[in-house]
């Protein structure tokens, strides 16, 4: 805790520091006083994650905790439904040119890095047994954003999995890791229609190489877009997965995964 009251020497330490002490608060205050589910998104809750990530100033943080705990959102709600949401709106203004490649970068750095916060916080805070999953989670070539996967993965600790994240692995890692580790499933995420053919190549390794039949998941932003039946048939076709689909609790027990809710008591 050292570096809590050490002089700070730069904005990014004292930006982490602040995101940190939130996280903490959030999680030890919040998490019994909270309630159950996720409702519809709050827009003024929406509203500071955004600008939090547009700006990275503490004082929307302060104004985000004031605002959690007077309507009762978790750290789990934030994780799962906000962080997302703010992503979204950060892309859109991008996309939109509302916003330059670097403030995006900006944003969507300060997301995760709350992201990575809250999550150890809640880690922390919360204790309890871990599931029988096994998963790798990874991205095929030519993908670039991340921010997916890792709040795929926070989900999946969260409720017990054990999850192996592997960004962009090249041929020669993916086959070292499946040699040395056995996995209850491999879950691919796929943001958008150029990433179809490579992880249809990744899907190829992954049955090469694997030394039995690991059901293989396709995720991620473009399954979410593309949602219909004929839109996953068609993923699942092209790429070789054996499930396509943008729900984690649907893909775990597609793949046999009892999963153990431990964090969400």
Excluded at 128 to 154: C, S, Y
Aim: aromatic letters at 4%.
């Amino acid at each position: 805790m050292v570096g809590l009251v050490h002089p700070v020497t730069s904005s990014k330490h004292s930006e982490d520091m602040s995101v940190r002490r939130f996280a903490m608060r959030v999680v030890s205050e919040l998490a019994q006083a909270s309630g159950t589910g996720h409702a519809a998104l709050s827009t003024i809750i929406a509203k500071l994650v955004t600008d939090f990530a547009r700006s990275g100033d503490s004082r929307a943080l302060s104004t985000l905790y004031a605002e959690m705990r007077m309507r009762r959102i978790s750290a789990e709600e934030v994780l799962d439904a906000y962080l997302p949401n703010a992503l979204g709106v950060i892309g859109r203004e991008w996309h939109n040119e509302e916003i330059d490649i670097l403030h995006a970068s900006l944003a969507c750095a300060r997301l995760q890095n709350l992201l990575r916060e809250l999550g150890r916080a809640w880690a922390s805070d919360r204790m309890g047994p871990v599931g029988d999953g096994r998963i790798l989670l990874t991205l095929p070539k030519g993908e670039q954003h991340t921010f997916g996967v890792m709040l795929a993965a926070n989900q999946l600790r969260r409720i017990g999995v054990s999850v192996k994240v592997m960004l962009l692995p090249a041929a020669t890692e993916l086959r070292d890791v499946l040699a040395h580790n056995r996995f209850n499933a491999v879950f691919i995420s796929v943001s958008n229609k150029t990433s179809v053919l490579p992880c249809a190549a990744m899907v190829r390794e992954l049955r090469t190489w694997s030394h039995e039949d690991i059901p293989i998941v396709i995720g991620g932003g473009l399954v979410l877009r593309e949602n219909s039946d004929t839109d996953h048939r068609r993923i699942a076709d092209t790429t070789g997965a054996d499930i396509v689909t943008s729900d984690i609790a649907c893909a775990l027990h597609s793949c046999g995964i009892q999963q153990t809710i431990a964090a969400a008591e």
